[in-house]
């Protein structure tokens, strides 16, 4: 079955930081990638951070947005992706959506190929 359940969005201030998490169902955890993807109303979809495994190697890739202040990791005991927010912007206010699939993993995860997606949770920042 594949499932993946997002959670910990929130409205904050600017400056301020929050952590998303991802939980995934064990068949789409060992998807060769993960990802977050936000979109704002409005506005189409874009790639936040990925995380690519090709064999022993994994390859991280932020969007240049975001870089610096987001990070992405995975709890591989909790089959759980996460996105820690900090220094938050009003900008960075959107829908966020975990994903998995991408294609065949290392650098070459491909939004189009990304086949599963959450139901998103929602990240509001004020100024």
């Known amino acids: 079955q594949v499932q993946l359940v997002e959670s910990g969005g929130g409205s904050v201030q600017a400056g301020g930081s929050l952590r998303l998490s991802c939980v995934a169902s064990?068949?789409?955890?060992?998807?060769?990638?993960m990802g977050w993807f936000r979109q704002a109303p409005g506005k189409e979809r874009e790639r936040v951070a990925t995380i690519g495994k090709d064999g022993v190697t994994t390859y991280i890739s932020y969007a240049e947005s975001v870089k610096g202040r987001f990070t992405i990791s995975k709890d591989n005991a909790k089959n759980t992706l996460y996105l820690q927010l900090d220094n938050l912007k009003p900008e960075d206010t959107a829908m966020y959506y975990c994903?998995?699939?991408?294609?065949?993993?290392?650098?070459?995860?491909?939004?189009?190929?990304?086949?599963?997606w959450g139901q998103g949770t929602q990240v509001t920042v004020s100024s």
């Open positions: 064990a068949n789409t955890y060992s998807s060769a990638c």
């Open positions: 994903a998995a699939g991408g294609g065949p993993g290392g650098s070459r995860c491909y939004t189009s190929e990304y086949n599963y």
